[in-house]
């Protein structure tokens, strides 16, 4: 949690609060997805909202977002003046309301300086466009937030930290825009924002949001990572439900009791067992593993054994798993297992699964799996010729083994024709693990394995991981998130630079200890 004072108590006159939703439910085909929910913004605050997958939290921000109508007798006041709801598609920005969502909203193929302007650009009623000076614009704008951004490079080029901050600095100037000549104060609404930043782009965002809150814009954090949002945050709103739960201050609430009123109940962590993985044989061996930022890295795993990768951005650890799929071509290295030697430098994706291994991503619905097929559809893929018969598929005994899979992990709703992209984070989460467990691989492969995903479904994960690898899986989990290595893994490689690895093991496996080996690594490396 941050040691300084919430800015809110900063602001020293009382004014309107930005953002005033009041009575707000929402129902569909007969089930409440909000109940009577209010949420109060105040000017220069950073406000957190969280809750559980299904708790009301998207319902919410697309009612602001004129995506959905909410029921009769909901109230909204902006800036201290009513609002008629529901609101019309894109009226949220004459609210000077901006969103930045998980996906960014980026045209990857376009400048940073196209993306950036892209709106008003398209609105001007001119023929030519002064390249130079739209430039010297967006330089001027990222420095004064201290952003070292190309405005010629292209999005595709930026590192995932950047482009979030491109996406962020681009709804603040939407919203200054809009708020230029009134008295007014803007709302910038994030929807799990830092999902794919590593540790020292979060504290640079941090950075951006809190500079943002003390002279453009109000800020909703939405995140599901309750250490982040009690870092940033000034107060929190709990949903719970579709009810809300009440408003605390950050700095007052422990994290416990904001997990007690997000699941209803005291939340008891497991405890942690980190077991000894020497009483496995070794049976899996990689020797000089190079990828484009780890070099001739060389290790063995045993049997049944949870290994955590972590260290700060840049180290390379979290290319290992994509290395050893051939999602990503490696430079050199071998991998030995089952009696067979594998050149990491050919091997394919195809050729990997045959081996016996399986990839779980950090970008499940880029990389994971189709968003657009069924769940059924996605999770049989890797063993999709067991349903040809006589050249079609058996689409009956699909359905049949796939509600099996799905009940036995836990997958909600368990409907297999349902589109992938439609389930919550968690659920997505659990059916890709389904979709690699259910053939029980030799070596599971794993990137961020609970990000973006609630408390709830983050210990389910944890449980399915630990399950796979009594069942004699051995696991790799690359992971920013220090509190989940501790938690699953059984012996922990910390990398920094130049691709100096120290290895913890037991009673060195906590979440605090891994931290400060990161950056004691990072700074031998820099002596």
């Known amino acids: 949690m941050s040691a300084?004072?919430?800015?809110?108590?900063?602001?020293?006159?009382?004014?309107?609060?930005?953002?005033?939703?009041?009575?707000?439910?929402?129902?569909?085909?007969?089930?409440?997805?909000?109940?009577?929910?209010?949420?109060?913004?105040?000017?220069?605050?950073?406000?957190?909202?969280?809750?559980?997958?299904?708790?009301?939290?998207?319902?919410?921000?697309?009612?602001?977002?004129?995506?959905?109508?909410?029921?009769?007798?909901?109230?909204?006041?902006?800036?201290?003046?009513?609002?008629?709801?529901?609101?019309?598609?894109?009226?949220?920005?004459?609210?000077?309301?901006?969103?930045?969502?998980?996906?960014?909203?980026?045209?990857?193929?376009?400048?940073?300086?196209?993306?950036?302007w892209i709106d008003e650009l398209s609105t001007r009623q001119q023929w030519l466009i002064k390249w130079g000076r739209e430039r010297q614009r967006a330089k001027e704008l990222f420095a004064e937030f201290g952003l070292a951004i190309d405005p010629a490079a292209r999005v595709?080029?930026?590192?995932?930290?950047?482009?979030?901050?491109?996406?962020?600095?681009?709804?603040?100037?939407?919203?200054?825009?809009?708020?230029?000549?009134?008295?007014?104060?803007?709302?910038?609404?994030?929807?799990?924002?830092?999902?794919?930043?590593?540790?020292?782009?979060?504290?640079?965002?941090?950075?951006?949001?809190?500079?943002?809150?003390r002279r453009h814009a109000s800020v909703l954090f939405v995140s599901h990572d309750l250490d982040e949002v009690l870092e940033i945050t000034d107060r929190v709103t709990v949903l719970r439900d579709g009810q809300g739960q009440g408003t605390v201050t950050s700095a007052t609430v422990t994290k416990d009791q904001l997990v007690e009123m997000i699941v209803g109940?005291?939340?008891?962590?497991?405890?942690?067992?980190?077991?000894?993985?020497?009483?496995?044989?070794?049976?899996?061996?990689?020797?000089?593993?190079?990828?484009?930022?780890?070099?001739?890295?060389?290790?063995?795993?045993?049997?049944?054994?949870?290994?955590?990768?972590?260290?700060?951005?840049?180290?390379?650890?979290?290319?290992?798993?994509?290395?050893?799929?051939?999602?990503?071509?490696?430079?050199?290295?071998?991998?030995?297992?089952?009696?067979?030697?594998?050149?990491?430098?050919?091997?394919?994706?195809?050729?990997?699964?045959?081996?016996?291994?399986?990839?779980?991503?950090?970008?499940?619905?880029?990389?994971?799996?189709?968003?657009?097929?069924s769940l059924a559809d996605n999770v049989l893929l890797p063993v999709l010729d067991c349903y040809f018969h006589r050249l079609r598929l058996d689409r009956k005994r699909m359905e049949h083994d796939v509600q099996s899979l799905l009940d036995r992990f836990t997958v909600r709703p368990n409907r297999p024709e349902l589109k992938y992209q439609t389930l919550s984070g968690g659920n997505q989460q659990k059916a890709l693990l389904a979709k690699w467990l259910q053939s029980q691989p030799r070596l599971l492969l794993l990137h961020e394995p609970t990000q973006g995903v609630d408390i709830g479904a983050r210990q389910e994960i944890f449980q399915l991981i630990r399950a796979s690898a009594r069942d004699g899986t051995t696991v790799i989990c690359a992971s920013t998130d220090y509190e989940q290595v501790a938690t699953i893994c059984d012996r922990v490689i910390v990398f920094g630079s130049d691709s100096r690895t120290r290895e913890l093991r037991e009673n060195e496996i906590t979440k605090e200890h891994i931290a400060e080996q990161c950056y004691a690594l990072m700074g031998e490396g820099n002596r």
Request: aromatic share 4%.
């Open 156 to 213: 595709a080029d930026l590192t995932p930290t950047d482009r979030a901050l491109l996406a962020i600095v681009r709804a603040l100037a939407e919203t200054r825009s809009s708020l230029a000549g009134t008295d007014d104060y803007g709302l910038l609404i994030l929807d799990e924002p830092t999902v794919f930043l590593p540790a020292t782009g979060k504290r640079q965002l941090f950075e951006t949001l809190r500079d943002i809150a």
């Open 265 to 373: 109940r005291r939340f008891v962590t497991p405890p942690v067992e980190h077991h000894d993985p020497t009483s496995q044989p070794a049976d899996i061996a990689i020797r000089g593993l190079t990828g484009w930022l780890v070099h001739d890295v060389s290790l063995d795993l045993h049997r049944g054994e949870v290994l955590g990768l972590t260290g700060l951005a840049g180290t390379g650890f979290e290319e290992i798993p994509y290395l050893l799929f051939g999602a990503r071509r490696a430079a050199a290295g071998t991998l030995a297992m089952a009696g067979a030697t594998y050149n990491l430098p050919t091997l394919t994706p195809a050729e990997a699964v045959t081996a016996g291994i399986a990839l779980v991503p950090a970008d499940r619905l880029r990389e994971g799996c189709e968003g657009t097929l």
């Open 4 to 116: 300084t004072a919430p800015r809110a108590a900063e602001v020293p006159i009382k004014q309107h609060p930005v953002l005033e939703l009041r009575h707000v439910s929402k129902t569909f085909d007969g089930t409440k997805a909000l109940s009577g929910v209010n949420l109060t913004i105040e000017r220069g605050e950073i406000h957190g909202l969280v809750g559980q997958n299904g708790s009301g939290k998207s319902t919410l921000i697309k009612i602001l977002a004129g995506f959905h109508s909410p029921d009769p007798g909901a109230e909204l006041l902006v800036n201290g003046r009513p609002v008629s709801l529901p609101l019309q598609p894109g009226q949220f920005r004459q609210l000077r309301m901006s969103f930045v969502h998980q996906d960014l909203g980026l045209i990857l193929s376009l400048s940073v300086v196209e993306n950036l």
